[in-house]
């Protein structure tokens, strides 16, 4: 067990699953770089060599289906993209020939690959450097789709991504690089498509995933405080979704707010209201709620972000709300030190 | 060229040639439901690039593919019975006559998005240059693959690490209806145009299986002896319409009188007459040969047809390696 960024999990997944199988190979833009996407992938090439790791030319697209054709030939390759917004060059790659290979082959060969995607946020990252698209590839049958929340599950899932049979998008939100935790040494892979319950609470379920978990465990031990308990579950997998999980949980609080770093519209948070709306609703004491960021991109200049995201005060109003009370959240917002456009003073540019 | 090799081209062209006939010729009783794109007219170059790779070369295609998996040498009855959807298909019904997968024979497979496994066949390279094997990933693109995004992308990343890729393009001049000259600027050719981004390339009559052939061997042999990805571009010419088993040369994107000139230069009965001027071939030898493609493409026909479809059940599966929700 050592204490480790998320950034550094990551490393460690990529470094731990590049030794124990040689069929592993690691590439996207900067890879071997000298900042090797913000750590992630710093100096591997040292040590696996450039055939390994290496970087590549901008060219998402192909990329994308040399990853797969590697698969095909049995190769496990990560591809990394440091912003989600690049990816989306990838599309055809990814939907028409990644998703489908299996299935429209008759289930003959899988395609084992695993595309790393950063999402930006804040500090000017505007509107192609933000975009959380998980429910895009959420919609594509064949995909599975992964999105972290902490170091431990930054490694255990990478881990489990890289030598899962099918492709995995795999999500990883900037603000969460430098949050620090402690992971087990090794090859520490964790099941996919589990969520994880972090706070057990009676009176609300709370359903978040990657950052957002984040500003949910800010705002459940506030609430906890003031006597209101929060289920607080990670969904970790977002595509195949552990609707188990949230399920049980919200049948048993009656109560439910999901959490998405998403657009609003068609988003993952819809998903779920609507899943939970169509299978429990007899059993609902209030009607689900979501929070997510509005229909429109994120603008850059820090004078039009600030009321953009959702906050852990936001979560607690919201959780108020649902269980028809009024909850101060105004001391919240006051514990954050740091400007509203960063996850921390660590964070100063430029991406 | 020795009399066995020449005899097994003009055998691989004359089987690809009866199958897709045949097809056309059944294709209105309802049963193959799906869209095909027949190869009929193009036979030579999937022939003579079929029988230059070894069976442990790999090879990718696009939505024109039954003549390149035949000529690699996939299963004819998992074909047929692919288009047919039946569960005994390459693709146990999910795929159709666009989605053709022969492992064993090393086709990897073909699918409808134009450009789309250009990549995938570089990867497959790049795996071989990794595992450091001596096999060869070859490519089937027609004209049209050379005007999307993807191609240069992954022709780049072919050059760039000397990959072992033979890219074999078939021209045929006509995009669905749309005609070269409205998609590429005259006066350019496509095998010239990639030797800006450094591969060795080279053009070739496409409707001349010997040809085809040679070409196609000695950029094998030097692929295979390191020498990174080659590049042949084959004027070629198909007979039918672009999707399904009419003619349609009355409609007005193409002449009769086009069609005819490149139906004199046929493939099939040009290498035959050869064979037949050289001893290499009888009468009765091309009897026999066509007497025993007729029994195989029945008998592939009768299978495909007696063949059961997949259960209703499986329409969701085999979507992600294990049970997931």
Redesign the interface.
């Known amino acids: 067990m050592a204490l480790l960024t998320f950034a550094e999990a990551i490393r460690d997944a990529l470094k731990t699953a590049l030794s124990a199988d040689t069929s592993v190979i690691v590439f996207g833009l900067g890879a071997d770089d000298p900042k090797g996407v913000f750590g992630t992938t710093l100096n591997l090439h040292k040590e696996f060599g450039s055939e390994r790791v290496f970087d590549m030319p901008t060219s998402e697209n192909a990329m994308t289906g040399v990853a797969i054709g590697a698969a095909l030939y049995g190769l496990r390759p990560v591809l990394t993209h440091q912003r989600l917004d690049f990816a989306l060059l990838s599309l055809d790659q990814l939907v028409n020939n990644a998703a489908k290979w299996r299935f429209m082959f008759g289930g003959r060969r899988a395609v084992p690959i695993t595309v790393r995607m950063i999402i930006g946020r804040g500090w000017g990252q505007g509107p192609t450097h933000s975009q959380n698209l998980q429910a895009w590839f959420a919609h594509i049958p064949g995909l599975k789709v992964v999105m972290p929340s902490t170091a431990e599950d930054a490694k255990g899932l990478l881990l489990a991504s890289i030598f899962d049979d099918d492709p995995v998008i795999f999500l990883e939100h900037r603000w969460l690089h430098n949050l620090r935790g402690d992971v087990p040494a090794g090859d520490a892979r964790l099941p996919l498509c589990k969520a994880r319950r972090l706070r057990a609470g009676d009176n609300v379920s709370i359903v978040a995933m990657s950052y957002m978990t984040i500003e949910a465990l800010h705002a459940v031990d506030f609430l906890a405080r003031q006597g209101i308990s929060c289920d607080l579950i990670d969904l970790r997998t977002i595509k195949p979704l552990d609707w188990e999980t949230v399920e049980a949980s919200a049948r048993r609080t009656g109560r439910l707010l999901v959490l998405d770093t998403g657009y609003t519209t068609g988003g993952v948070a819809a998903e779920i209201v609507a899943r939970l709306s169509m299978s429990a609703w007899g059993e609902l004491k209030a009607a689900p709620r979501r929070l997510a960021v509005p229909d429109a991109p994120e603008a850059t200049s820090p004078a039009l972000t600030a009321g953009y995201h959702v906050r852990a005060e936001h979560i607690a109003t919201a959780v108020g709300d649902v269980l028809g009370k009024s909850v101060d959240a105004r001391a919240l917002a006051g514990e954050r030190k740091h400007p509203h456009d960063v996850p921390g003073d660590w964070f100063t540019g430029p991406f | 060229m020795t009399p066995d090799l020449a005899r097994q081209l003009l055998f691989s062209m004359k089987r690809i040639r009866a199958v897709e006939e045949t097809i056309a010729e059944r294709y209105s009783e309802q049963k193959m439901r799906c869209p095909t794109h027949l190869s009929v007219g193009q036979e030579a170059v999937a022939a003579g690039v079929g029988a230059a790779l070894r069976r442990d070369d ?1 090879a ?1 295609s696009g939505h024109r593919a039954h003549a390149h998996y035949l000529g690699k040498g996939g299963d004819l009855n998992a074909m047929i019975a692919e288009i047919y959807g039946k569960e005994t ?7 159709g006559s666009m ?1 053709l ?1 022969d ?1 064993a024979a090393g086709f ?2 073909s ?3 134009v450009g ?16 450091r094997t001596d096999q060869v ?1 070859c490519i089937f693109i027609g004209e049209a693959v050379a005007e999307t ?2 191609f240069f ?2 022709l ?2 072919a050059v ?1 690490k000397k990959l072992p890729v033979l890219f074999v393009c078939e021209n045929n001049l006509y995009s669905v209806y749309s005609p070269l000259r409205v998609r590429q600027p005259e006066g350019r050719a496509i095998h010239t145009m990639v030797t800006g981004f450094g591969i060795a390339a080279e053009a070739g009559d496409g409707n001349d299986v010997q040809a085809v052939h040679s070409a196609a061997s000695t950029a094998i042999d030097a692929i295979r002896k390191g020498g990174g990805p080659h590049f042949l571009e084959f004027a070629t010419f198909r007979w039918r319409e672009h999707c399904g088993p009419l003619y349609d040369n009355d409609i007005g994107y193409r002449s009769e009188a086009e069609f005819q000139e490149w139906k004199a230069k046929d493939p099939i009965p040009r290498f035959e007459r050869e064979l037949l001027a050289k001893a290499e071939v009888t009468a009765a030898g091309i009897a026999d040969m066509e007497r025993a493609i007729a029994r195989e493409v029945d008998a592939a026909f009768e299978f495909a047809d007696r063949s059961p479809f997949p259960p209703a059940h499986d329409a969701g ?6 049970a ?2």
Do not use: D, Q, W
């Open positions: 790999l990718v298909g390459c693709s146990r019904g999910k795929g989605h997968i492992e990897m497979g699918t409808a998005i789309g496994t250009v990549p995938v066949g570089v990867g497959l390279a790049y795996g071989m240059k990794v595992k990933s995004g993807v992308e992954a780049n990343f760039l599966a085999g979507l992600y390696a294990a997931a929700g």
